[in-house]
């Protein structure tokens, strides 16, 4: 059978708050999280502390940040998506971005002034449906790309807030490369959570975007002393670049250990920390995975430092470890309570359950560093994205892990 779980670890990086700098400190991101607070549909996502889980794992504490309740829009995404979009506008009009508002931003003589704007991005789902949710919202267009083999109830609630909806016959980052060609010949603003030369600004402002949610996630656990772990996900990893750069920024020296989780066929951050020279590294081909919003092949140029310097260990996980912590969530121990985690969600979960039930798990939970005393946060980044795939995940048991 292949292998369901494959791990760097780089105990050689340790805390430098250099490639951190001023953009994720906590000033910076509560002052986006303000931002984020004057939509209408702003909330903290819950933190949700899984008691009976925890006891199995052999840990002190166990908490979910569940970003299936964000905005209601089943991710977390549209914290960059909207925040990024935001800071497009008011650099066009020279606007505070200290004092943005959604009601600002809404205004008559806002809209007057800034005209029509074509908001284009490539996705895999979640991404996209931010950005034509976000542009939609602030009374403009969007274009979203998405690669072939994009599930159709991605691409129908992408159409549903309102984007113009292509797909292409390649990979995400070939997806980026038709996005971006579009917009050269037709018009328009691209939207991307990844970086290339000459462009940074609309990625850093989305990886400030999502940072927030680790912000709220922080301020929660603050009475109880905070994680000692954190798993973050990685695709092109701006997410986790960004929630790993906050981390790293306020707790300092002290920061929790974090794990990046990839899927196996799709591990360019794995690729990268295994590389001896520092550097990202690129991979290529058929990326297939239920985990579909991390698979993408080149890591995001920003995130990458963060994440070289302030992450310790790179999994690649199989589908039967995402897949066995979607179960675990859906069907709570004890008195805990369920949480709907899609594919691209719940790996750090599997990895955890791998690690106290897996014959080879020992291994795992010496890597990581658990013990009875550990506080792990997991960050459930999306729901039940393609409601018919994960009621098959849930009921009939599809990629069921070896100790399953």
């Known amino acids: 059978m292949h292998q369901e779980i494959e791990f760097v670890f780089r105990p050689e990086y340790g805390f430098d708050p250099a490639p951190v700098a001023d953009a994720f400190s906590p000033g910076s991101i509560s002052s986006v999280r303000d931002f984020h607070r004057t939509f209408p549909q702003y909330m903290p996502t819950p933190l949700v502390s899984l008691p009976s889980l925890a006891s199995e794992l052999g840990i002190k504490r166990l908490w979910v940040k569940d970003e299936s309740k964000r905005f209601d829009l089943n991710s977390f995404k549209v914290l960059g998506g909207s925040y990024s979009i935001a800071r497009y506008i008011a650099s066009e009009l020279a606007l505070d971005p200290g004092r943005l508002s959604f009601d600002h931003l809404n205004a008559a003589d806002v809209r007057d002034r800034l005209g029509a704007i074509t908001f284009v991005t490539a996705t895999d789902g979640n991404h996209g449906r931010s950005v034509a949710w976000s542009a939609r919202e602030l009374g403009q267009r969007s274009v979203v790309f998405v690669p072939k083999g994009t599930s159709d109830s991605r691409i ?21 490369r038709a996005a971006r060609a579009w917009m050269d010949a037709n018009g328009g603003v691209i939207v991307q959570d990844t970086a290339w030369e000459g462009y940074e600004e609309i990625p850093t402002w989305i990886m400030q975007g999502y940072a927030v949610l680790m912000h709220e996630a922080i301020e929660q656990m603050a009475d109880d002393g905070g994680p000692t772990h954190v798993f973050l996900q990685a695709g092109v990893g701006s997410f986790a670049g960004g929630a790993a750069g906050l ?102 979960i599997g990895i955890l359950l791998s690690g106290a039930h897996a014959v080879d798990g020992s291994a795992i939970r010496e890597a990581l560093g658990l013990t009875a005393s550990s506080r792990v946060l997991v960050v459930s980044t999306e729901g039940d994205t393609d409601p018919g795939h994960y009621t098959r995940i849930v009921n009939e048991k599809l990629y069921q892990a070896s100790w399953e």
């Not at 129908?156 to 980026?176: F, L």
């Not at 794995?270 to 081909?285: Q, T, V």
């Not at 994440?307 to 675990?328: C, M, N, P, T």
């Open 156 to 176: 129908r609630n992408i159409a549903k807030e309102g984007a113009e909806v292509r797909e292409t016959d390649g990979n995400y980052d070939d997806t980026i």
């Open 247 to 348: 981390l790293a920024r306020h707790y300092g020296a002290d920061r929790p250990r974090v794990a990046v989780v990839e899927p196996s066929t799709a591990g360019c951050y794995y690729a990268s920390a295994l590389a001896a020279d520092g550097d990202p590294h690129d991979i290529g081909g058929e990326m297939p995975s239920i985990m579909a919003g991390l698979a993408c092949g080149e890591p995001n140029r920003l995130a990458w430092p963060i994440l070289r310097d302030h992450a310790d260990l790179y999994f690649r996980v199989s589908d039967e470890i995402a897949a066995s912590g979607i179960r675990a969530l859906a069907a709570p121990r004890g008195s805990d309570e369920p949480i709907v985690a899609g594919e691209s969600a719940a790996g750090g």
